[in-house]
């Protein structure tokens, strides 16, 4: 349960309710209140948007790669979906969710899906935090008063705040596969466990380390605070919300025709694992659901990007959930390969409830898996592709898929393209002052455009020879090139002439009217005139 890629990862109170409730600090109750915004800014977009079709024409290949991997792994079932935007526009299933009465694998099939679960913890506690109820950098002693006997191991170690649980970074000890056993134990073994004194591998905010027993004290928050069991605030404010009618806490609660069941394999045979009953371990790996319900979650994410103006209907703000999907205490991975095994290094962390990377063809994936006794689960969002995959199996600690095979297929044969980011009014505008600009001189355009420290930076004489001498060589201005921004206000693009080709790049001030206060001019000849 190491948070590794294309590993399955990972694999929680009620009772007390204690009014701590916060009031809302300013700055909390400026972020509520109405803001000027933008009537120019520009969200990315798909260009030549055909990702649902050529995402369908793989259809065949992943079903095959998936029955492979089932019968390569022995695993009895496979459930998996891949959904783009608010669709889920692909579902693969394979074999038996019930051996003795051999029930087949379907979208509906509800499987355990263990630390996946993290997330939805994660997700109420921002809740919470958005409506002023606590705050991140409370420690957790406001909340679990039975935490205040605790022995750090440093006089100067950080105390234990929120953050710290939901980051992982509170200094507990990795604590799998123990922590999985106690997926159904009663809340007063954990208020015994942080009474007791819990011990810690590292000092707190120091650096990450997976622990189940974090968002178990997430769940027992939850419910302090709200007032109501975690799974009941849960269920009400995030499930029902997001239309997950068949996801579950417990068990007993599934349709018997859907429920999955969970398998080792040992001695050359398959041997049913045990279900465990919901309990104070809930919050780190409880939730049970299937890949239709679960789509709807993955969707919820995925909408979150980009940011832009208009509606804000999910259950957290978008710009929560991309709180979530900031990662802390990153990591870099020097030796790490790509889909096609070269090297290519990832930048790494967890964030809330997630874990977060960038490798280097920049993309940039969200993800966690879950594992517990019987059962294996997976699933990937690619944000600035609006993309998501997830994957259940029930089969103990066990990947649900080659996603490195489907990945691939993603990234190479349907050849997935990000959004790309529209140029803004004011760098059209600037463009094409700047090529104005540089064939005339003109002391009125200069004094519209350019910065006050445009000609401190450089003379104009300096300016005026350096482009007059590129502009010689370069010969006539045959065509301009669309501009391709970097942001709002930072863009390049080329001028084609007679013997090559020009580059410019420009940045433009903060001020109300950008000005430009950077240009950089280069020239490139014709490969005969190298």
């Not at 465990?276 to 969707?299: C, N, Q």
């Not at 019987?374 to 609006?386: E, I, Q, T």
């Not at 013997?499 to 000849?525: C, H, M, R, W």
Request: negative net charge; contains cysteine.
């Amino acid at each position: 349960m190491n948070i590794k890629k294309n590993l399955p990862i990972y694999s929680i109170i009620l009772l007390i309710f204690i009014s701590c409730n916060s009031r809302p600090t300013a700055e909390q109750k400026a972020d509520r209140e109405i803001r000027s915004v933008s009537g120019s800014y520009k969200p990315p977009i798909f260009i030549n948007d055909n990702r649902i079709e050529k995402i369908k024409e793989i259809a065949p290949v992943i079903q095959k790669l998936i029955e492979e991997h089932a019968i390569e792994n022995n695993i009895p079932g496979i459930a998996s979906g891949i959904v783009v935007g608010d669709k889920l526009i692909l579902e693969s299933t394979t074999g038996l969710i019930n051996l003795e009465k051999k029930l087949p694998a379907t979208t509906q099939s509800c499987f355990r899906i263990a630390s996946m679960t993290k997330s939805f913890t994660a997700m109420a506690i921002m809740k919470l935090r958005d409506e002023g109820k606590l705050f991140l950098h409370d420690p957790v002693t406001k909340y679990i008063p039975e935490m205040s006997g605790m022995e750090y191991l440093t006089s100067d170690a950080n105390v234990i705040n929120i953050e710290n649980l939901l980051t992982m970074t509170a200094g507990f000890p990795e604590d799998n596969p123990w922590g999985d056993r106690q997926l159904d134990e009663p809340d007063q073994m954990l208020i015994n466990l942080v009474t007791e004194g819990i011990s810690l591998s590292n000092p707190s905010s120091y650096q990450f380390e997976y622990s189940n027993t974090g968002y178990a004290l997430l769940g027992n928050i939850i419910s302090r605070v709200s007032g109501e069991p975690y799974q009941e605030y849960i269920r009400q404010n995030i499930l029902q919300p997001l239309g997950m009618y068949n996801t579950y806490w417990e068990y007993d609660s599934v349709p018997a025709d859907q429920l999955v069941l969970g398998y080792r394999w040992e001695d050359g045979q398959w041997k049913l694992e045990p279900m465990l009953h919901d309990g104070s371990f809930g919050a780190m790996g409880g939730l049970i659901t299937s890949i239709e319900d679960f789509s709807k979650y993955v969707s919820f994410h995925l909408s979150a990007w980009p940011q832009r103006s208009g509606a804000d209907n999910g259950p957290i703000k978008r710009s929560t959930l991309r709180e979530m999907h900031t990662p802390q205490f990153s990591r870099l991975y020097a030796n790490a390969n790509d889909f096609n095994g070269n090297p290519c290094a990832i930048i790494s962390g967890y964030g809330y409830g997630l874990s977060i990377a960038t490798d280097c063809n920049d993309i940039k994936w969200i993800s966690h898996g879950g594992a517990l006794p019987g059962f294996g689960s997976s699933y990937f969002l690619f944000p600035h592709y609006g993309v998501g995959l997830m994957a259940f199996c029930n089969l103990t600690y066990t990947s649900p898929w080659p996603f490195t095979e489907i990945e691939k297929l993603l990234f190479e044969t349907v050849d997935l393209q990000p959004r790309q980011l529209p140029v803004s009014d004011i760098l059209v505008e600037r463009q094409g002052q700047v090529v104005q600009l540089i064939q005339s001189w003109d002391t009125d355009l200069e004094a519209q455009i350019l910065a006050e420290n445009f000609y401190l930076d450089k003379s104009r004489e300096d300016r005026m020879n350096e482009v007059k001498e590129i502009l010689d060589n370069a010969g006539t201005i045959q065509s301009v090139n669309k501009i391709t921004p970097y942001n709002q206000l930072r863009g390049s693009f080329k001028l084609q002439t007679e013997n090559g080709a020009i580059t410019i790049f420009f940045t433009l001030t903060p001020e109300k009217i950008p000005k430009v206060q950077y240009l950089d001019i280069s020239y490139y000849p014709n490969e005969a005139e190298k």
